[in-house]
């Protein structure tokens, strides 16, 4: 249940912001003015992505669906057939990252409409958010990107901090130490009781009658 509400609400912020930005601001190159205004500048901007995060890979946009489709799959069958589901921080992360698959996905297969000036489908992401440091222009990405990068960090922490402490489930060391303990009354009992019933006397004693002294 967490997942699919964390990523389907993830899934409609990164597909109506979009929507909203390119429409109001047009396409391409459409800005606004700075709404930080320092060495840290940020504003608006309506691109196109034909590769993968950050530009990576320009005109690979039918590949990178490929891999979308297969990671989408993956995430799925991690969550509802593996161990995922029984840590939240690995059910968040996974949201996290399929809402940003699906969403960079569906712009990828041209669901948005947008055209180029001859009126063909662009298959390509739309980006929208940029930063610049200085006079260094960070590229251009979307609130899909940012999905994806929090989901792999949330990933690399849980493989390098968590896997100790979720490696024992907690009911493990309540049954062990029981097993333990189960074994240990188990032959302290062997060791008082001898073979064939209770305890012989030598032959030719005599039973003495209990003592009465305190």
């Given at each position: ?10 899934l ?15 396409y ?6 700075p ?9 608006l901007?309506?691109s ?22 297969v990671?989408?799959v993956a ?7 593996g161990?995922?589901a ?9 949201a ?5 698959t699906?969403?960079n996905l ?6 948005h ?7 063909n489908?662009?298959?390509?992401v ?9 006079t ?9 990107d ?12 849980h493989?390098l ?27 302290s009992?062997?060791?008082a ?14 039973s003495?009658?209990?003592s009465s002294?305190?």
């Amino acid at each position: 249940m967490l997942f699919a509400v964390l990523g389907l609400g993830l899934l409609t912020v990164d597909l109506v912001s979009k929507r909203v930005v390119f429409e109001r601001l047009g396409y391409p190159n459409g800005a606004t003015e700075p709404i930080l205004n320092g060495w840290l500048k940020f504003r608006l901007y309506t691109s196109f992505n034909e590769g993968a995060l950050w530009g990576i890979g320009q005109g690979f946009s039918w590949l990178f669906a490929a891999f979308s489709v297969v990671a989408a799959v993956a995430i799925l069958g991690w969550v509802a057939f593996g161990s995922a589901a029984r840590s939240t921080w690995l059910t968040v992360a996974l949201a996290f990252i399929f809402a940003g698959t699906l969403g960079n996905l569906y712009d990828r297969m041209g669901w948005h409409g947008c055209t180029d000036p001859a009126g063909n489908v662009r298959y390509a992401v739309r980006d929208f958010l940029l930063f610049t440091f200085g006079t260094f222009h960070w590229p251009v990405f979307n609130f899909a990107d940012v999905f994806l990068v929090t989901g792999a960090m949330m990933l690399v922490v849980h493989s390098l901090y968590m896997p100790a402490v979720e490696a024992t489930p907690h009911n493990l060391v309540p049954q062990a130490e029981r097993s333990a303990e189960g074994q240990s009354h188990g032959a302290s009992a062997a060791e008082a009781t001898p073979l064939g019933g209770g305890a012989r006397q030598p032959a030719g004693a005599v039973s003495q009658p209990a003592s009465s002294e305190a």
